[in-house]
C-alpha cells in the first residue's frame, strides 16, 4: 500500500511540475491560413484577376461564393460590399389551414 501511495505522489508531482512549466512556455504563433491570405489578397486587390485567382486555388473555399459574387460584380462594372456573413435561411412556410 506504501508502494501504490509514493507512486500516486509521484505522478501528482510530476503532473504538477508539467502543469507548472506548461504554463511557462511561450505560446507559439499558429500558421497563416493560406486561403484566408489568398481571400485577404484578393480584397485588397480587387480586381476580376484577383477573384478568379482566389477561385483558381481555392474552388470551394470558405470564400468562394462572396468571390464569385464579386467576381462577376466587378466583371459588370460595378462594386458590391462583400458580404457580412452566412445569408439568412428563408422564412418557414406558414400553417395555412
Known amino acids: 500500500m506504501d ?3 509514493t507512486l500516486y505522489a ?7 511540475l508539467g502543469v507548472v512549466h506548461g504554463a511557462a512556455l511561450p505560446v507559439r504563433a499558429q ?5 484566408q491570405q489568398a481571400w485577404e489578397q484578393a ?3 480587387g480586381t476580376p484577376e484577383a477573384f478568379q485567382a482566389y477561385l483558381d486555388r481555392f474552388p470551394l473555399g470558405r470564400h ?11 466583371s459588370l462594372g460595378s462594386e458590391i460590399e462583400p458580404a457580412a456573413g452566412p445569408p439568412e ?3 418557414p412556410p406558414r400553417d395555412l389551414y
Not at 10 to 16: D, E, I, V
Not at 64 to 74: K, M, N, P
Open 31 to 35: 500558421a497563416p491560413d493560406p486561403e
Open 3 to 5: 508502494r501504490l501511495k
Open 10 to 16: 509521484s505522478l501528482r508531482a510530476l503532473l504538477a
Open 64 to 74: 468562394a461564393t462572396e468571390a464569385f459574387r464579386q467576381l462577376i460584380a466587378r
Open 89 to 91: 435561411s428563408p422564412a
Open 43 to 45: 480584397l485588397a486587390e
